[in-house]
Nanobody, 114 residues
Framework: QVQLVESGGGLVQAGGSLRLSCTAS????????MDWFRRAPGKQRELVAR???????NYADSVKGRFTIARGNAKNTVYLQMNSLKPEDTAVYYC????????WGQGTQVTVSS
């Protein structure tokens, strides 16, 4: 089992920045990938960014050049640095971990005002 605790959401004006954090506990040695997903009102959940245990990263086209995913030194924390935020980035952001199974955080609201 892996437990995930997220933090860092909030309200920011367009052009601003936020950093999300997700800390995993439990069977962290089983973790293969750590991701951030988001679900905007009326839209399907989408993958925002992914980092593998090897450090390979992938981003949704809509956030490339603005968002950066990284893992902490202890490898049980993943960050999402979000810069140049736009109103369309408004969503609930979820941390997801693939280990022996799929694990999800509780979600954190990010609201970008125009």
């Amino acid at each position: 089992q892996v437990q995930l605790v997220e933090s860092g959401g909030g309200l920011v004006q367009a052009g601003g920045s936020l950093r999300l954090s997700c800390t995993a506990s439990g069977s962290i040695s089983s973790i293969k990938t750590m991701d951030w997903f988001r679900r905007a009102p009326g839209k399907q959940r989408e993958l925002v960014a992914r980092i593998t245990s090897f450090g390979t990263v992938n981003y949704a086209d809509s956030v490339k050049g603005r968002f950066t995913i990284a893992r902490g030194n202890a490898k049980n924390t993943v960050y999402l640095q979000m810069n140049s935020l736009k109103p369309e980035d408004t969503a609930v952001y979820y941390c997801h971990v693939l280990g022996w199974s799929d694990y999800w955080g509780q979600g954190t609201q990010v609201t970008v005002s125009s």
